[in-house]
């Protein structure tokens, strides 16, 4: 869905192709205090990374033998665990793990190299 990777020159615009940066309301002295995403790119991108993003995040395990989390993605579920103890909402925090996952593909693409989690 992304295509070349050549056509972005820098990971915010990736983002913006997905649709997923903030679209700030400003005029004068008047500053919106709710955010929302543009969604102005690929509704496509949008939706499989946003579905990326909930698997790589959920629990690895069938059934739950204690309360430890064993994430899919770790780094990406403690990015999502930092978000969230910031007081961010479910939706919110799983959109910036999307918004992070987006520059993570744009320099693993950009490098030409593999993915590797830490474990």
Known sequence: EIGEIDRFNHPKK???FAGVDP??????KFKATLVR???RGS?????????????GIRDARKKKTSDEIIPRNKRLREFYD???SE?????V????????LLHWIFAILK????FQDIT
């Open 14 to 16: 990736l983002v913006a």
């Open 23 to 28: 679209e700030v309301f400003e005029s004068g």
């Open 37 to 39: 995403i543009t969604k």
């Open 43 to 55: 509704s496509r991108l949008r939706h499989a990374l946003y579905l990326a993003v909930r698997a």
């Open 82 to 84: 930092k978000k969230r």
């Open 87 to 91: 007081g961010k909402l479910y939706k």
């Open 93 to 100: 925090a799983v959109i910036a793990c999307v918004n992070k």
């Open 111 to 114: 490098n030409k190299t593999t």
